[in-house]
Nanobody, 121 residues
């Protein structure tokens, strides 16, 4: 199994920046592909970005492309999401996810507990 713990959420004004982190651990984690998802209030969980360690480029949802940057440090088992030019519609619980394999395929197999990001107008 893989355990994931997100951190870095909080309150920020529109136009501001925030960087989330996700620490991975467990016997099943080594070169797993990873992702960020988010769940806005009253809405379903939605895809944000994915990253793999096989040379594939990160993939972003249209709503965050150009503003968010996903990155990772496999040696440290850390995943990051740098969020810039934040908008009120970015307000959501942000979840870190890990896939069973090194390849992104469907939804992640493991999830963190989430961290709240609130963007004020």
């Amino acid at each position: 199994q893989v355990q994931l713990v997100e951190s870095g959420g909080g309150l920020v004004q529109a136009g501001g920046s925030l960087k989330l982190a996700c620490a991975a651990s467990g016997p099943s984690f080594r070169t797993n592909a990873m992702a960020w998802y988010r769940q806005p209030p009253g809405k379903e969980r939605e895809f944000v970005a994915t990253i793999a360690w096989n040379g594939d480029k990160p993939y972003y949802s249209d709503s965050v492309r150009g503003r968010f940057t996903i990155s990772g440090d496999m040696a440290k088992k850390m995943l990051y999401l740098e969020m810039n030019d934040l908008k009120p519609e970015d307000t959501a619980v942000y979840y870190c996810g890990a896939y069973r394999s090194a390849v992104v395929n469907g939804n992640p197999d493991w999830w963190g507990q989430g961290t709240q990001v609130t963007v004020s107008s």
